[in-house]
Structure formats: C-alpha cells, structure tokens
C-alpha cells in the first residue's frame, strides 16, 4: 500500500531524514520508532504531502504521490497535536473535514457516523471539542483521519498525554483498523507501544533508518541473552559459583548485594537456580528477570536510550 | 470551489459562535455610530435664548420664526437678568431680547432693533449669531410688505399674517454658495458624518482583528491537517479569503440598513455605494489575510490589530474630515486605504455623485485589495504550508 524509496529532507544545511526507505502493506501496522527529534514526523509529513522530499519517491496504493494532490484522498492523516477546531462539535469538525473530500451528502453523513461509532463519541458527537477530556479529543483525532475512508492510515504519535486507559482504548482501535484491512503507518517513541500494536517496526535515529523488522527479527538481530538478578545476604560469590553450576546459566558473577546470571531462557531455568541456592542454604530475597526488548535493541544500535 | 466554501463555512461558524467577535461586528460599531451622530448633530442645533418684551403681534411672528427654523433649538426667557445669565454660562449660545416697543415702531414705520446677547468665549456665538440674524431679516422682510400693503389697505397685523402665509409661496431670490476648493469638500455632519465613516472604521478593524481565527487555525494545525486533503493551497487561501469576505460584507450591510432605517442615513446613488461597499471588504479581507500571516498568536492579532485599524482610520479621516489637516498630513493620510474610502462616500454623499464620479477611488481601492490578497497568498503558500509537495 505504502512505498518509501530513499526519502531524504533538509532543513537548512541539517539533514532531518537521510535515506529512508520502507513499505507498509494492507492489513500491516507499521511501526516508526524513534526519540523525539528523530526524523518521524517529518517522514510521516512527507508521505502525507506535507512537505516535499530533496530525494526519494513515495508510491501510495501503486500512484506515486508526490505531487499529486488526488493520492492524498487515499490517506488519513492524524497529526500528533489534536488538530480540530474546539469550537465547533465533534459532528462539525468531522463533516468539514470529510467536505475537503468532496464526499456528497449522504456519504458524509454515514462517515461521520461511522468514524464517531468507531471512536466511541457517538454520544458526545454535539458537544464542542473544547468541552472533552484529553482522550476523547485523541479519539476525535483519530477519527478524523478516518472520515475519508483511506487506505493508509498515518498516526504520528497518537496517545501522547493520554491516560492509560485512553491509552488502551486506542490502540485497541488501531489493531481493530489493520484487522479491517487498514495499512497503518504509526510513530512513536513508547517502545512498549510499539512493541503490543506493531506488526513491523523500523528504528530511526538521528534522520536514519537503522533497523527493520518484526520484533522477534530485532531481538534476534541484537543476538542478546536473558539475565536474571538474585538478591541475597551472605557470601555472594559462594552463590553465582552454585548458580553456575546450573545448566543452562552460561555466565554468573556477585555484584552489589546480588548475583547477575546470564542464560539463553531466562523464565525457564529460573526454578533450577532457585533450587539450587535453596539446596545451597542461601535466602533468596529478590528475583529480577530481564528480556532482551526492543529497548534493549535501541540501545544495542543507536547507543542511547529512548527517552520519554 | 466546494473545499473552499466548506473551509468558509466552517470559518464563519466559528465567528459567529465567538460573543466577543459579534459584540465587535454588530453592537459596537453601531452604538458609536449612534454616540458620534449624536455629537456631531448636536453641534448643528444652536441654542437660543428669547426674551419678549414686547408681546405684540410682530414679535410674536418673530418668535415663532425663531422658533421654526431648524437648527435652532429656542428657550423662552421672563427676564433679561436670567437670559443673560444663561448666555453667560454658556447654557445659550446667544439670547435675542426683543425690546419693548417694537409692534408700535413698526405700526409707525420707524426703525427697530432686536439685541443679541452673545458669550465672547463660546465657539458657536458668531454662528449662532448668524443664523438668528438671518431669521430676524426674513422676518423684517415680511413686516416690511406688511407695511407696504397698509398705505393701500387693512392693518398692519393683517397684512404681516398675509404675508407670512403667503412667503412659501412666494418666489425668492436666493443666494447660493459653493465651495469651490476640493480641500473643504467634507462629508454632511451628524449621523451621514457617522454612518460612512463608521462603517469604513469598523470593517476594517473587524477584518484586522479576524486574522487572530487564521492565526489559530494556523495554530490548531487544521491549515496542516486541510492541506493533508486533496485540497490545493490556493484554495485553502480562497476559503479562509471567502470567510472575511462574507462576514465584511454582512457587516457592512447591517450597518448601511441600521443607518439607513434607525438614523436616516442617505447612502447615496444606489450602485456607487454597493461598489464602494463592496470593494472596501475586499480591501479589508485582504488585510485580515495579511495580518493571518503575519502575527504569531491570536493575541498579537487581537492587540496590535485594533491599534493598526485606529491608527490607518485617524489618517485616513474617520475620526476627523482631512479637509481640517495640513495639505502634508492630507497627502500622508491618503497611504491609508481608509482616505480614498472616506473620498469616494463624500462624493456619494456630499458630492451627489455617482459610482462614475468615484471611479478613481474605486480603482486605487481595488489595486489595495489585490496587493493584499497577493502579499497574503505568498506568505500563506510559503510560510504556512512550508516546502508543500
């Protein structure tokens, strides 16, 4: 649905996106990851017309689309601020919108029911925007990249400041979309959203794609292992030696009030080291399992952590 | 177009919605309209003492002229000690005594005259003045065909009752003056000052001050999120331009009916003032667009764009005629657009002209609006839609 080749912005003499390339196929929800400042929302402005690319080609639906101002009817765009009018109605705000389609009467009517359904503000849909709480204003949003019926979905970091139950509620609806047949493109820096919502993810750093792929291609990427953390009194270096001992643990060593193991399978050799510190006549007094993530992997490429 | 009118419509909603917005649009400008017209009128009507000493039939036809002319505002006085008094404290702008005595000498065909009472330091004394003697001397001109008739036949007060009955009807010589420097060309004073030059003032502060909603919509990232449509920039341009339009012209109509209807307004030739009309929104809306992209936040917009407005208004003579002003500040006053409106409605309405006699400022009108419009679609297509695919 979504064809990125070689995408590159600057911005004076800084270079804000530097060759990036990727695709979003229909049904896929398409994760950009990446610390404020990355390069996100200027390749999502890009892929919506906003701005014009120095370099690269977008291909939308098999049309390429810069330039052409028809590709943007198959594009629903939700900026990251909540970009409505607050004193018009929900009902206002998503039929002005949907006559920038040219959708004739009767069609913008049942839109705009349908993206209000969809957003769960059916019941709000005559009260002015200004009046609604943070969430219900970010499902507004979102609904009024839905009102044209596009078949690129683009949502540039759609729950910031929400609660976590705003939060729940809207990427529920995002999955609900893709399940549809929806091809979404979604930006973010919260790692664990991406990690629960994306089918694909692509890192950005600095202006540049430096990773790609499903989650499990990522952690894989990062060749990283499980660690375990035990807290417990007594001679600590007696212990990770016991730890070592386990099959399966490859590395242990004592440091500050605890033994750090290393081991493939992190949950499964868990019972065996419990049971040989027990054996041992160590207290075991806190247990801390580590998975490699997509965090970890951030951190594995860039050399920095995300930041909220 | 249809993306245009949506983005109009969604606009003007927005305004009309705004209690702050439609107190500027329609109750402020008319109740200044009201105050203004109201001050300027008052500064037609002089007030006239009149102390009648003689109770005759001539003095009373005297009075009552006094009191029949318009523009006179006329008090009765018992004493000369009271009428003077009210002159002196500037309660009258001059006090006619009419002595005792003048029914008789004019029964006798002898000379009489009337006093006038006058404060040096009151400004409209030798207006005032004036007018007054100019009633006395039409009335002297009646007592005098009265006294004509008598040496032929009847008395004295029926002749003068003959001839005031019959001095409508009859033919007069006037005297007429006519300015003949364009410099003291100004508009009729009272609401035809206030109405034309309110309306001027109004609309274009109201536009100057509406570029605060582009301004926001900038803001809000609903230009970003339009233009993320299927939607050309130039049309984004025409809709918001449509809004202002829309609401200029509104306004204006409202202010043309309310003056026309509640304060007797001429507006003059019919044409000519719904062009002028017309045109001068055009010039505003350009202006809101201009200053929709020039400020930063509403704020800006709402607190230097009223002073901009005053400011190009006191220039361009709204607040006061630029007949008044050196030619110097004349020449300056006409940068502002304000003075080639405030030109054309003195034409229309002081001038009797028509819309071929204000042609020229229509013209130099129209040429504002399109710079407007140009400056404000370059800087909305570069700067608000930056680097657009």
């Known amino acids: 649905m979504l064809s990125c080749h070689g995408l590159t912005k600057r911005f004076g003499g800084r270079v804000t996106v530097d060759d990036v390339g990727f695709s979003v196929g229909a049904g896929e929800i398409y994760g950009l990851l990446g610390p404020n400042g990355a390069g996100k929302t200027t390749t999502m402005k890009m892929v919506c017309g906003l701005l014009a690319p120095d370099a690269g080609s977008i291909t939308i639906a098999g049309r390429p689309a810069i330039g052409d101002v028809a590709v ?16 018009l109605t ?28 969809l957003t769960d503000l059916t019941d709000r849909k005559d009260d002015r925007t200004d009046s609604y709480s943070g969430g219900m204003k970010r499902r507004l949003n979102i609904a009024a990249g839905l009102v044209n019926h596009p078949k690129l979905l683009v949502l540039d970091e759609p729950t910031v400041g929400v609660d976590p139950q705003s939060r729940h509620a809207i990427l529920e609806r995002v ?18 959203e991406a990690d629960r919502v994306c089918d694909r993810v692509g890192i950005i750093d600095r202006g540049r794609l430096v990773a790609e792929g499903t989650r499990r291609e990522l952690v894989a990427q990062l060749g990283a292992h499980d660690s375990i953390a035990l807290g417990a009194s007594g001679d600590l270096d007696r212990l990770a ?50 998975e490699p993530d997509l965090e970890a992997v951030f951190l594995h490429l860039t050399g920095t952590a995300l930041r909220e | 177009m249809i993306s245009a009118l949506a983005i109009a419509r969604a606009s003007t909603r927005r305004v009309v919605r705004d209690r702050t917005a439609v107190f500027f649009l329609v109750v402020l400008p008319i109740v ?34 006094l009191r029949t002319t318009p523009g006179l505002a006329v008090t009765s006085y018992a004493s000369l000690d009271s009428l003077r008094e009210a002159v002196a404290r500037s309660d009258l702008d001059v006090g006619v005594v009419i002595p005792h005595g003048l029914g008789a000498a004019e029964h006798a065909a002898r000379p009489a005259d009337v006093e006038l009472l006058a404060e040096q330091a009151n400004s409209s004394q030798q207006a005032a003045a004036a007018r007054v003697a100019s009633v006395v001397g039409r009335v ?62 109004f609309v274009f502060l109201t536009a100057l001050t509406g ?58 030739d019919r044409t000519g003032a719904a062009a002028l009309v017309v045109v001068w929104c055009l010039v505003a809306s350009g202006a809101c667009m201009v200053a929709g992209t020039l400020f930063r936040t509403p704020e800006q917009a709402g607190a230097i764009g009223p002073v901009v407005g005053i400011v190009l208004a ?34 229309l309405l002081a001038g009797h002209g028509n819309v071929a006699a204000i042609a020229g400022d229509l013209a130099v009108l129209a040429s504002y609006a399109l710079v407007l419009f140009a400056v404000a679609s370059a800087r909305l297509r570069r700067s608000l839609l930056p680097s657009r695919a």
């Open chain 1, 90 to 117: 929900a009902r206002e705000n998503l039929e002005f919108l949907g006559r920038l389609y040219r959708l004739d009467r009767r069609t913008l009517a049942e839109r705009v029911a349908e993206a209000l359904e």
């Open chain 1, 241 to 290: 030696a016991v730890c070592l001992s386990v099959r399966g643990v490859s590395e242990a060593a004592a440091a500050d009030h605890a033994v750090q193991l290393v081991t493939e399978d992190g949950r499964g050799v868990l019972p065996s080291v419990l049971e040989a510190a027990d054996r041992a006549g160590f207290a075991v007094t806190t247990v801390d399992v580590t």
């Open chain 1, 175 to 192: 999955r609900s979309f893709a399940r549809d047949g929806l091809a979404v493109v979604y930006t973010t820096h919260y790692m664990e």
């Open chain 2, 140 to 201: 002297g001109g009646l007592v005098q065909s009265a006294q004509f008739a008598t040496r032929f036949s009847g008395s004295l007060d029926g002749n003068l009752a003959l001839a005031t009955r019959l001095e409508p009807t009859t033919a007069s010589v006037g005297v007429e003056n006519e300015e003949v420097t364009a410099d003291a060309r100004t508009l009729p004073s009272g609401y035809e000052y206030s109405a034309p030059t309110e309306l001027v003032l």
């Open chain 1, 72 to 87: 943007r009817a198959l594009v629903g765009y939700v900026p990251q601020d909540v970009a409505l009018y607050p004193d």
């Open chain 2, 211 to 268: 570029g605060a909603t582009l301004v926001e919509t900038r803001r809000l990232g609903v230009l970003e999120r339009m233009s993320a449509a299927p939607v050309r920039s130039r049309t984004i341009v025409l809709g918001e331009s449509l809004t202002y339009v829309a609401i200029t012209l509104v306004q204006s109509v409202l202010l043309v009916a309310v003056g026309a209807l509640a304060f007797g307004v001429s507006w003059g």
């Open chain 2, 314 to 347: 006191m220039l361009g003579g709204c607040m006061w005629p630029l007949s008044i002003v050196s030619p110097t500040m004349r020449a300056i006053g006409h940068v502002a657009p304000q003075a080639w409106a405030v030109d054309a409605w003195t034409t």
């Open chain 2, 32 to 65: 200044l309209m009201v105050i203004v017209g109201a001050v300027a009128r008052g500064m037609t009507g002089f007030r006239v003492g009149v102390l009648d000493e003689d109770s005759s039939s001539p003095s009373a036809a005297l009075v009552t002229a």
